[in-house]
């Protein structure tokens, strides 16, 4: 979220051309790592993290993290996410 903020000051008064592109999939743990946030209210959350942070009403692009540390994993991209 620090990222986040000083981006927001660096950008103030930003160009209208400027386009602003956040990810989310992944929360910062006290260790350092980077563990999985893909339920959708993980998904929701992290959205409005980034606009509050960056101080916008919308986002150009979100990317949603899918990869982790100990590479590939077996199964289907999508299963997580099926309802």
Known sequence: RVTNRLIREALRPGPASAHIVTKVGAVRDQQG???PARRPEDLRQAVRENL????LDSLDVVNLRLGDAQGPRPGSLA???ET
Request: avoid cysteine; hydrophobic fraction near 30%; proline fraction near 20%.
């Open 33 to 35: 790592g980077w563990p």
């Open 79 to 81: 299963e997580p996410f």
């Open 52 to 55: 509050e942070d960056l101080g």
